[in-house]
């Protein structure tokens, strides 16, 4: 706006100091630079959203990968529960006992181990649920 002014009243035929006249030569030099200055901010405005994006979708594909992994985790607790929740039964300790339909023999002690640990670990369900 000063350099504007300056050429203004240059136009006027109005006197202007050394440093004014220098400052008015540039006129255009200086317009051009201010509108690569704004092209420019432009550029990093469009990088600075597209970071930005990219970094969402990062984070949104982590959660993603942690969720996938807790649900792996719950299943395999899960599955493992159910396994222990089978030595309970009585015709699954005698399939164990006796290494019969398709179980390994287990001696008694380790039977009873298996079903202490099954009651420790496992909860009861309420089958109304």
Same mark, same amino acid.
């Given at each position: 706006?000063?350099?504007?002014?300056? %050429?203004?009243?240059? *136009?006027?035929?109005?006197? /202007?100091? &050394? $440093?004014? +006249?220098? @400052?008015?030569? =540039?006129?255009?030099?200086?317009?051009?630079?201010l509108e690569?200055? %704004?092209?420019?901010? *432009?550029?990093?405005?469009? /990088?600075? &959203? $597209?970071? +930005?994006? @990219?970094?969402? =979708?990062?984070?949104?594909?982590?959660?993603?990968?942690?969720?996938?992994?807790?649900?792996? *985790?719950?299943?395999?607790? /899960?599955?493992?529960?159910?396994?222990?929740?089978?030595?309970?039964?009585?015709?699954?300790?005698?399939?164990?006992?006796?290494?019969?339909?398709?179980?390994?023999?287990?001696?008694?002690?380790?039977?009873?181990?298996?079903?202490?640990?099954?009651?420790?670990?496992?909860?009861?369900?309420?089958?109304?649920?």
């Open positions: 706006l000063k350099l504007e002014d300056y %050429k203004d009243r240059l *136009k006027k035929g109005e006197a /202007l100091n &050394q $440093d004014q +006249l220098e @400052a008015v030569e =540039k006129y255009d030099e200086v317009v051009h630079n690569f200055a %704004k092209e420019l901010q *432009k550029t990093f405005s469009g /990088l600075s &959203q $597209d970071l +930005l994006k @990219a970094q969402k =979708k990062a984070q949104r594909r982590e959660s993603l990968l942690k969720l996938e992994a807790e649900k792996k *985790k719950l299943r395999t607790i /899960l599955q493992v529960q159910y396994v222990l929740q089978n030595f309970t039964q009585e015709h699954v300790q005698k399939d164990f006992k006796g290494g019969v339909n398709g179980a390994i023999y287990l001696p008694s002690k380790e039977l009873d181990y298996l079903i202490r640990f099954a009651k420790l670990t496992c909860p009861e369900r309420n089958e109304n649920l």
